[in-house]
């Protein structure tokens, strides 16, 4: 029986009772941040996007729920089938997506416009870490034994390449990284891996895209460009900067409200958070943030098996890698690409992987003491 | 062999030592962000909000309403009128093409027209008005007012246009307003209004050297837009300070009526000035144009035609043009000879109708000769002969000392921009800039101002007003006031010359107009108590050679027009107590006394009439010249021309 999770499985009671509410209650407090500044966006509307991003959300909270009750043995067996069909949905908007943004990224499902590259990103983690929560030690030193790994994680990023989504592309690599150094690779294939990468730079250099290009160097230099693509980071640098150390107070953002900051209901929310709160309103949100961080550690840390620490870490990493490159572009740290910041962004995908995300978390935190055996199956 | 558990063990302390290695690289990564927005908001903060202001505000500029210019009595010479414009915004209209439509049933608009409004259209962003017509018709208001209704989207917009009522006639005195250009932006000191679109400054006249007093400053007012430019909010307006009013001392009747009557010629200028004060009550130069046309925008065609024109119509004459004065310098001449003390008024000179000095034969314009002459008969008869003699004993020197304290040879330093210095030659002037000896026959020649003596309209007038206002040095004037900053001057320090002498080159004037056989006696003033004086002048522009003069001078009417003399003539009035002097110096015109002296003599009079209750004008036409002085025809009608003509 599929659904056999062996002698130590709990009633939906005691499940609930192991769920960490403080950690869903950040959660809520977090996008209720987010709802605040897309009712800043629209002037202070609820339409035309804190209303539908409520109702997302709650969607999500539902998602979420489901997937903390969820076995985590259960994760841990559909992983490859999880990470197979979604690797057949991006194959799909190959052939079937829409365009949106300039590239090919969505595909319709219906109910909801569905980016695959975001889902990805879990079912990748999901996959890598039944992949080496079976591989001991010695196995993970072992080159041929890393090939596996390395396709599961190459296939997707080709394909997301190719969409293009260099932003996707490069969080599914560190993502991956972070897991392959989590189960004990050796630096110095890392070393080697990020010196051909490097010695790489050039060629790769050849197959991007002139919008793509053009992000990098205008990120290099802003100023040179004020018209073209460079306006995204000045406003932003504006916005940003402007707002001083309180900000110009809540529906106050000049930048924002005439306009001036570009995307401002989805990549670049956390640059109208920063102008109309000021550095402190911005450092609050960024520890509010960590904090969403550490929990991950810990309830990763402290789990007894090795495929729900794997998992927790690794979306661990991905929220982070989303704040990080989604913080780092609004303050022209790093060239803008299109990544979103998770509960704080206007949309739909990036909300729902997110929640997903987090229901899997609050999984390895309710089974957290389950018996697992390699496979998966508590036989120990 | 490790047990399964231990091997876990073993993989779960290496992970956890690698996720603190991880959770250390996070923690330093926020902190970069935190270090990033400190340095955004705190270090660079002020710079950021400066930007952000920057984008957000727009400034625009309330350009004041430009000062009037009035004449001595308040009557409005120049002065702003609503222009009115037809304006469409894209966004409102729905379909401009059909709206367009509509309108040319109401207003013409030709094809390549409405082509331009629809590139306009296009051009721009959908909120901003695009100028569909301008300068609209009252009517044509009328019609779109009308129909409004129907056509989203338009509105009609009140505009200020620069106008001049007195058109050509003033236009020299007003000048006229145009676009900035690049030096007048340069020299403007930054005043923002220089470079607003659709700006207009003073270019000339009073427009221009009152510009700063007229234009006032610029109000302004603060606007917040958005990204595209939209204007969401007005968050403050600042009046500017309307432009002040300037008060002429023109009396813009007299003006015109001075301009009608040059107008019966083909180049001509005249100065009416009160002797007392100095202020200019008619300041004329025909031809002229019309100011209007240059406030509209004036078309490349008009303009090349006026600068092509040999009779130069955009040229001020009577500050800008410099005649030979011809015998109206005489008075100069007998002043500094009886100053001098080197003749007496009753110096007699036998004029046979040539002078001789050295080699060289001097003529006088009256073949035959006058006969024996002294100073109050030479001046009445304009005997050049006369003062070739006088010219000789007192010296070129003393004869240019004394006109230059009648105002000849500087800029009087009237209000006007363009003025020109005219000449007075002496010794010193020729061997400075000419680098030669001064010949003695060169004092004769500039005794009947000719030669290098050159002198303009203006300076005449101020020369005249000098003379016959008992010796005051008044300075010509235009600008009466400037509202609170400027009020004329009235009072004039004494020049410093002999009463007396004064008197009888006063009188001697007085021969030329009210005597028999004097130069002007047939344009006399006959209305008792409006007598007037004067003097005549002809000067010559070109040479009349020896061949010439042996088979007979050609008479005027069979020269070409550019060889012809010109026809001077100054005057004052009323003969007893002067208050108003005139110049008149017609182009080529002929002689002074059959031609500028009716000109003047219908001016002074007229300026004596309007004083005298400000009441009906008599027409400038020819019909006014017998009405004014009927009784003069008969005697002199053929009154030959008083040449002051040389040989050297």
């Not at chain 1, 920063?274 to 309103?281: D, H, K, Q, R, T």
């Not at chain 2, 676009?179 to 007048?184: C, I, L, M, P, Q």
């Not at chain 2, 024109?309 to 005489?330: C, R, V």
Request: aromatic share 8%; glycine share 10%.
């Amino acid at each position: 029986m599929i659904w056999d999770t062996g002698d130590d499985h709990m009633t939906i009671g005691e499940k609930l009772g192991q769920i960490s509410w403080s950690l869903v209650l950040l959660i809520t407090i977090v996008a209720s941040v987010g709802f605040a500044m897309l009712y800043s966006a629209a002037n202070g509307n609820l339409d035309p996007w804190a209303s539908r991003q409520m109702v997302r959300f709650g969607a999500g909270l539902g998602l979420m729920m489901v997937c903390a009750l969820i076995d985590i043995r259960i994760w841990m067996r559909f992983a490859y089938i999880l990470y197979g069909l979604t690797l057949l949905l991006l194959l799909g908007v190959e052939f079937f997506g829409f365009v949106g943004m300039g590239a090919q990224r969505w595909i319709d499902l219906g109910f909801m416009q569905l980016q695959p590259s975001e889902v990805m990103k879990v079912c990748l983690v999901l996959a890598l870490a039944r992949y080496f929560h079976g591989a001991t030690l010695e196995d993970t030193g072992r080159i041929p034994h890393l090939v596996i790994p390395l396709l599961l994680v190459l296939a997707p990023v080709a394909l997301v390449l190719m969409q293009p989504n260099l932003g996707t592309a490069l969080t599914l690599l560190f993502v991956s990284g972070a897991l392959f150094f989590l189960s004990g690779v050796r630096l110095w294939k890392f070393g080697l891996v990020i010196g051909s990468g490097l010695a790489a730079i050039p060629v790769v250099w050849q197959f991007l895209h002139d919008y793509q290009r053009n992000r990098v160097l205008t990120f290099l230099d802003p100023e040179n460009d004020p018209l073209g693509t460079g306006y995204h980071i000045m406003q932003s640098k504006i916005a940003l900067g402007s707002g001083g150390l309180f900000g110009k107070g809540f529906l106050q953002g000049t930048q924002s409200h005439l306009n001036f900051l570009p995307e401002k209901q989805t990549d670049f929310i956390f640059t109208m958070l920063a102008e109309e709160f000021g550095l402190v309103g911005a450092v609050a949100f960024l520890s509010l943030y960590c904090l969403l961080l550490l929990y991950g550690f810990v309830i990763a840390l402290r789990c007894k098996h090795q495929f729900g620490r794997l998992v927790g870490l690794g979306l661990t990493v991905n929220l982070f890698l989303y704040l990080f490159i989604n913080v780092a572009m609004n303050m022209g740290l790093i060239p803008v690409v299109g990544i979103p910041l998770p509960l704080l962004s206007y949309g739909g995908t990036a909300t729902l992987t997110v929640m997903i995300g987090f229901g899997i978390l609050l999984s390895v935190h309710v089974h957290r003491d389950v018996r697992m055996s390699r496979r998966g199956i508590s036989d120990f | 062999m490790l047990s399964a558990f231990d091997r876990d063990a073993e993989r779960q302390r290496l992970l956890t030592r690698r996720t603190i290695v991880l959770g250390g690289l996070q923690a330093a990564a926020v902190s970069a962000l935190v270090a990033r927005l400190y340095y955004l908001q705190i270090v660079e903060g002020d710079r950021y909000t400066m930007l952000a202001e920057d984008n957000r505000i727009s400034l625009r500029l309330l350009a004041p309403p430009r000062g009037l210019i009035v004449d001595r009595f308040g009557v409005p010479m120049a002065l702003n009128e609503q222009n009115f414009r037809l304006t469409l915004v894209s966004e409102r209209a729905g379909d401009p093409t059909q709206i367009l439509t509509q309108i040319a049933n109401l207003i013409p608009m030709p094809e390549p027209e409405r082509r331009r409004i629809l590139r306009d259209i296009q051009r721009s962003r959908a909120f901003a008005p695009v100028t569909v017509k301008e300068n609209l018709t009252w009517e044509q208001v009328a019609a779109i007012e009308v129909n409004l209704p129907d056509l989203p989207g338009v509105s009609i917009e009140v505009g200020q246009v620069r106008s001049y009522p007195f058109g050509e006639a003033a236009a020299h005195v007003l000048g006229y307003v145009g676009a900035v250009n690049e030096r007048e932006l340069a020299d403007g000191k930054g005043d923002p209004l220089l470079e607003q679109p659709g700006f207009r400054i003073g270019k000339n006249g009073v427009e221009r050297r009152h510009d700063l007093a007229l234009r006032g400053t610029a109000g302004n007012q603060q606007l917040e837009v958005n990204a595209v430019g939209r204007v969401i909010r007005e968050l403050s307006r600042q009046e500017g300070q309307p432009g002040r009013q300037v008060t002429l001392t023109i009396d813009s009747k007299l003006q015109h009526y001075v301009q009608q009557r040059l107008g019966q010629e083909r180049s001509a200028s005249a100065v009416v000035m009160d002797v007392h004060t100095g202020g200019i009550l008619a300041l004329c130069s025909w031809p002229s144009f019309d100011p209007n046309q240059f406030a509209m925008g004036i078309s490349s065609e008009l303009w090349q035609s006026l600068l092509k024109d040999e009779t130069a119509p955009l040229t001020n004459k009577a500050i800008a043009g410099q005649y030979a004065p011809g015998s109206t310098f005489k008075m100069i001449v007998g002043l500094a000879a009886l100053e001098a003390g080197v003749v007496g008024p009753d110096f007699r000179v036998f004029c046979p109708g040539h002078y001789e000095l050295g080699n060289h034969r001097f003529h006088c314009w009256k073949k035959g000769g006058h006969g024996s002459m002294n100073m109050h008969d030479a001046m009445k008869h304009s005997c050049d002969t006369y003062f070739y003699e006088v010219s000789r004993r007192v010296g070129v020197n003393r004869m240019a000392e004394m006109a230059r304290r009648f105002g000849l040879g500087q800029r009087t330093d009237i209000d006007l921009p363009g003025e020109r210095p005219g000449l007075v030659p002496d010794e010193p002037w020729k061997r400075r800039t000419l680098k030669a000896p001064w010949h003695p026959g060169e004092t004769l020649i500039v005794s009947i101002g000719q030669g290098y003596m050159l002198a303009t309209p203006l300076q005449l007038a101020v020369m005249t007003a000098r003379l016959v206002n008992g010796g005051h040095a008044v300075q010509p004037h235009l600008t009466k006031a400037v509202e609170d900053l400027y009020r004329e001057r009235t009072e004039w320090p004494a020049i410093g010359v002999t009463p007396a002498h004064l008197e009888f080159i006063l009188n001697s004037m007085h021969a030329v107009t009210m005597e028999q056989g004097g130069t002007a006696f047939a344009s006399r003033i006959t209305h008792a108590g409006l007598e007037m004086g004067g003097k005549t002048g002809t000067s010559q522009v070109r040479r009349i050679t020896m061949a010439e003069r042996a088979t007979g001078v050609r008479k005027n009417e069979d020269l070409p027009w550019r060889e012809r003399d010109h026809a001077l003539f100054v005057g004052y009035a009323p003969i007893n107590a002067p208050k108003y002097c005139v110049s008149v110096i017609v182009e080529h015109g002929g002689g002074g006394g059959k031609i500028a002296a009716p000109i003047a003599r219908d001016i002074l009079l007229e300026c004596q009439m309007l004083e005298a209750g400000r009441g009906p004008v008599a027409d400038a036409g020819p019909a006014a010249a017998p009405a004014a002085a009927p009784a003069a025809a008969p005697a002199v009608a053929a009154a030959p021309a008083p040449a002051g003509e040389a040989s050297r």
